[in-house]
Structure formats: structure tokens, C-alpha cells
């Protein structure tokens, strides 16, 4: 059973910078890199889960959806088994609780019912 736990969130003013970390463990495999699909996802409220961002796995491949393309970059430190989303420019509309989520088979990777194993969230809040 994998366990994602996710850091990093706060607020922070329009223009600024976060941070965000997921660090991974309870896998089975050897090296989850290899083999887990990564995603950040962000839910407001009142609004669905959206994908912001994915890696597949060995970390080549990035998706990011359209609004966050430029301003925000996943990552992983795979000695540390951590994944990373480093946001840059954020907008008060960025605001959300934001997720990561892992999964071994993932079709397309920024759709939230393609993963099984999710983070408890971390909040991000951007004033204007």
C-alpha cells in the first residue's frame, strides 16, 4: 500500500513562489519512480479535482494542464522518494487544496480517477 504525504502549502501573495513536496513510501517495487505515475492534482471549493500536473514513470515525460504551463514544474528526487511541484507566478485562481496521487497504470495522466493512491492535501492560498 503506497502513502503519500504532502508538505509545502501556504499562502502567499499574487507574483510569489511555493513549493510544494510528496513524499512516497509503503511501495512494494524497488524504485517507485520507475514505476509509479505521479500527479498533482487541486481541488477549490465548489469544483471538481482538476490535473495540474504528471510524470511518468523514470520522470522523461511531463503533462501539465493549460493554465499552469510556464509557471509551474513537477519533479522528483528519487533518492528521497519525494515528488515535487514547484509553482512560480501564482494567481489567486491557483488557490486550492492541492493533492498528489500515484498509480502503476494510468492511461491519461492528468485525470483524477485514473490513480488509486492519494495524499491528504495540502492547502494553498494566493491573495490578490
Known amino acids: 500500500q503506497v502513502q503519500l504525504v504532502e508538505s509545502g502549502g501556504g499562502s502567499v501573495q499574487a507574483g510569489g513562489s511555493l513549493r510544494l513536496s510528496c513524499a512516497a513510501s509503503?511501495?512494494?517495487?524497488?524504485?517507485?519512480?520507475?514505476?509509479?505515475?505521479m500527479g498533482w492534482f487541486r481541488q477549490a471549493p465548489g469544483k471538481e479535482r482538476e490535473g495540474v500536473a504528471a510524470?511518468?514513470?523514470?520522470?522523461?515525460?511531463?503533462y501539465y494542464a493549460d493554465s499552469v504551463k510556464g509557471r509551474f514544474t513537477i519533479s522528483q528526487d528519487n533518492a528521497k522518494n519525494t515528488l515535487y511541484l514547484q509553482m512560480n507566478s501564482l494567481k489567486p485562481e491557483d488557490t486550492a487544496m492541492y493533492y498528489c496521487?500515484?498509480?502503476?497504470?494510468?492511461?491519461?495522466?492528468?485525470?483524477?480517477?485514473?490513480?488509486?493512491?492519494w495524499g491528504q492535501g495540502t492547502q494553498v492560498t494566493v491573495s490578490s
Open positions: 496521487a500515484a498509480d502503476t497504470s494510468v492511461y491519461t495522466p492528468l485525470r483524477a480517477y485514473e490513480y488509486d493512491y
Open positions: 509503503g511501495y512494494t517495487y524497488r524504485s517507485y519512480y520507475r514505476t509509479y505515475y
Open positions: 510524470i511518468y514513470p523514470g520522470g522523461r515525460t511531463t
